[in-house]
């Protein structure tokens, strides 16, 4: 059964910092693009960053560009999101996918995890 299992959500003040974790299981990943998208309430789901997993290329919302890294640690085979100077409007729940190829376009993701709520106070 495949799964990516998601971690690191809570809650922070503004300017705090968390970080995230998606730790896929059930199938080999290596050679599929690894993302993150978020959804706030009342909101689409949006593209947050994707990193390849053979080159370590990378690509990010320009609404986090300078504050998020996603980076893949190889032998845990984990991929995290760290997340800096977190705001307010930061707050959604974040979801873990995977994609044969990198895109930021939620449906060309076929695997995703359940999602990890992150909430930032003001």
């Known amino acids: 059964q495949v799964q990516l299992a998601e971690s690191g959500g809570g809650l922070v003040q503004a300017g705090g910092s968390l970080r995230l974790s998606c730790a896929p299981s059930?199938?080999?990943?290596?050679?599929?693009?690894m993302a993150w998208f978020r959804q706030a309430p009342g909101k689409e789901r949006e593209f947050v960053a994707s990193l390849t997993w053979t080159n370590g290329g990378t690509d990010y919302a320009d609404s986090v560009k300078g504050r998020f890294t996603i980076s893949i640690d190889n032998v845990a085979n984990t991929v995290f999101l760290q997340m800096n100077s977190l705001k307010p409007e930061d707050t959604a729940v974040y979801y873990c996918?995977?994609?044969?190829?990198?895109?930021?376009?939620?449906?060309?993701?076929?695997?995703w995890g359940q999602g990890t709520q992150v909430t930032v106070s003001s």
């Open positions: 996918a995977a994609a044969r190829g990198v895109t930021r376009l939620p449906s060309r993701y076929d695997y």
């Open positions: 059930g199938r080999t990943f290596r050679s599929y693009a």
